[in-house]
């Protein structure tokens, strides 16, 4: 036990002593949360557009005020003529351009229907697409509002509910998210660093000759990271917790064993990284390529999984973050049981266990 | 069995599937010998000796090492054995006494022993007021003969040191001999492997390896006149030539 205790300690001198080592532990979770919190986010707020009213009569006026008024959008400029729509584009100053033909109100009135054309910037395709759902949303009312003034025989009302999120706020999708990617990042990166950092100065040798079994050596090497995987899942959910107001309906108990569970998941590829490399560099080029990317693109985190090609769909099956996205976001946002989740969490422990037993299998040849 | 030796190397072998990095050695060191293991590099020293530390298994052959078999009692021969890789071995960002505390902890010695031993070794080195500092910032020598002192720490029975004074200079290389006797004198085996002709003179005995055999084995005089040598380089010229 006291040979374990040195170890350990020797491992918290290397991480205390390693400005880079801290800054990714300590750094890395504040920023990324506070740069998807405030910075990347995908509701758009305050999007200049420009509108080119033919007609400037009281009914586009009023359509104006109310899009202006929805706080999705501000008016960058008052256009004269079709001239301008691509010049302002080009300087990519407008995100969107509303046109409205001429004689609009009367046309409303006499003819029954007029037009609205909506033109976007396409260059960013989500963008465009937001902002025409909103344009179209609002208009859609306006039209509902002078109907019912003037009865329409039929008409179908759809009432919607963002259940588990009422208002769409993506910090419910990155809290998680970002829980997932940070216990990857430390967990499995880390370690495979830290183990074939010992490789590579040659002290594993020296370990490997010492009583210590090589079983003992990678467990006093990964407890730390354990540790301080645990402490920074609580950081980000703190965070998420008091500044995003993100909540955790289910319990905490099990949020922080199905936690640890996953951290042992990385754990477990950080060593198997390393019994396959004794390079730092090489391990990290692998911590980034084939865990972090994977774990970014295909875990449903940014891209839902819904919406790729099938095979895609099927390889997202083998990326243990995928697993664990699911369950975390289950018991924060819908307050899951162990009983809705066992499936997922069934394969996890899966996964855990073939990249344990495959490490050790890997660890006993190089001996 | 033989209590008079404390390594005893019996037609031992490892392959690398066709190639034979070890082929069929067999020696003794007697207890508290200091054995010199030449050879040039890729002759075969580095993996003689790793299958000798228990870091490698042997393909065929035997060996007892403290008494014990190197197939069956590794957990023991590991116990009984010091090792200094010729990487250096300290934590160059642990301080002195915190890669003493860590190495003595890993070998099971108890804390106050722990401490009686971190503070003989300083005061032996009069570096009471490096024992903070970080161990990179300390010369190359310095670390070198304090990763010896580390490795004979837990008093092995035997030591073994792989190329321990690569890259120093001759001065401190004298002064890290002058350790090896001191280890010597109490009791320690020394099994030393090294390229340095000059530090083959300060071993007892000496084996020279060639293309993963044992070719010549004797004391540094026996070998000299054998070879009809003036010095050491001057046998090992002549054994690579093959005369």
Redesign the interface.
Known sequence: M??F???V??EF??IW??KKTLLVLFGMPPILILLFGFAISNEIKNAPIAILDNSKDEVTQKISEKLLSSGYFILYENLDSYNQIEDIFRLGKVKQVIIFETNFAYKLNSEMHANIQIISDASDPNTANTLLNYTSKIVMDYNLEINNNAKMPFVINTELKMRYNENTKSAYMFVPGLITIILMLVAAMMTSISITREKE???M?????????PIQIIIAKVCPYLLLGLVDAIIILLLGVFVFNVPIKGSLVLLFAVGMLFITTSLSLGILISSVTSSQQIALMISLMGLMLPTMLLSGFIFPIANMPLALQLFTHLIPAKWFNIIIKDIMLKGSGFFDLWKEILILIGFTTFFILVSLKKFKIR? | MNNEFSIEVEHLSKHFGSFRAVDDISFNVKKGEIFGFLGANGAGKSTAMKML?????PSAGKAKIAGFDIYKDT?KI??S?G???????L????NLK?NI???A????L??NLITHKTNELISKFGLENSAKK?LREMPLGWKQKLAFSVAVIHSPEIV?LDEPTGGVDPITRRQFWELIYEAADSGVTVFVTTHYMDEAEYCQRISMMNAGKIVALGSPNELKNSYSADNMDEVFQKIARGN
């Open positions: 006291n040979r205790l040195e170890f300690k020797k001198y290397h002593r390693d100065l040659g002290t040798e020296i370990l490997l000759a010492s009583p210590m079994k001996l | 530390c228990g870091l490698s298994k957990e590991k116990k054995i090792y200094m890789s010729q990487k250096f071995s934590y160059d960002d642990l915190e505390q860590f190495y902890g890993i070998y099971g108890n804390n970080l073994f």
